[in-house]
C-alpha cells in the first residue's frame, strides 16, 4: 500500500497512528498540499476531490477520505467493536467528527498555521472556535463517565477525535477546561505503537 499524505496533517495523521498500532508496513508520499500538488491531474486521477490523505490499495485503488481509510483498515481489528450496536457508535463519533469537530479545530489550525496574521481567513476564526468549543463541550459530558468513546475500549472513534484534539491549541483553543478530555488525550497517547503527529514514517 501506499499513503499520499501531508505530514502536519492531522486526517493523515489518523491513517498514519493507525497503521503504526495495527503494524501495517506500507510506503509513503509526501504531498504538499500548500504548493498545489492535491490538484495536478496525476493526483486528481487518484482523487478527483482533489484531497490528503488517499491510500492506494495494493490491487490499485485509491481510497480518499481518512475515516473510510481508517475503517477498511481496522475492520475485524481490535479497533472495530465485535457487536452491531458497537460498530454504528464507532461511526456515530466518527461522523461527529467531520461534521461538528473537524471544522471548527482543524480549520482554525490551519489559518493560524500556515495564514499571516493579516490574511482574510482570520476573521473566520472567532465563530469556529465558539463552535469547536461547543464540540469540545460534548466530548468533555461523554468522557465524564468513560475512559474511551465506546465500550470501554480503544478504537477508531478515539483516533478520529485525536488527531485534531490533541494539537488544538495551534488553532487558538484553550484545552484547559475540559479536563476529562485532557485525561482521555493521555490515555491515547499512552497506547502501544502510539506515534506522534510530526514523525515521518520510514
Known amino acids: 500500500m501506499r499513503l499520499y499524505d501531508y505530514l502536519d496533517s492531522g486526517n ?13 508496513k506500507y510506503d509513503w508520499t509526501d504531498v504538499d498540499i500548500d504548493q498545489g500538488q492535491t490538484r495536478t491531474p496525476e493526483f486528481l486521477r487518484r482523487n478527483p476531490n482533489g484531497r490528503i490523505p488517499t491510500l492506494e490499495l495494493d490491487d490499485g ?3 480518499p477520505e481518512s475515516n473510510a481509510i481508517m475503517w477498511y483498515l481496522a475492520e ?98 484553550n484545552l484547559e477546561a475540559y479536563p476529562n478530555m485532557r485525561e482521555w488525550l493521555g490515555r491515547v497517547a499512552a497506547q502501544p505503537n502510539y506515534v506522534p503527529l510530526l514523525a515521518r514514517p520510514k
Not at 468533555?140 to 465500550?151: A, D, G, T, Y
Open 12 to 24: 493523515g495523521y489518523k491513517v498514519r497512528l493507525l497503521l503504526a498500532q495495527l503494524g501495517q
Open 61 to 63: 485503488t485509491n481510497l
Open 76 to 173: 475485524g481489528s481490535r479497533f472495530v467493536p465485535a457487536t452491531q450496536i458497537g460498530r454504528a457508535q464507532v461511526l456515530q463519533w466518527m461522523f461527529f467528527e467531520q461534521y461538528s469537530h473537524e471544522p471548527y479545530v482543524a480549520t482554525p489550525r490551519y489559518i493560524c498555521r500556515h495564514f499571516p496574521a493579516d490574511h482574510p481567513r482570520r476573521a473566520e476564526l472567532p465563530d469556529r472556535l465558539a463552535k469547536g468549543r461547543a464540540a469540545f463541550a460534548v466530548m468533555e459530558q461523554h468522557l465524564s463517565s468513560r475512559q474511551f468513546f465506546v465500550n470501554e475500549r480503544y478504537s477508531i472513534a478515539d483516533i478520529a477525535l485525536y488527531a485534531y484534539t490533541h494539537v488544538a491549541e495551534d488553532g487558538g483553543h
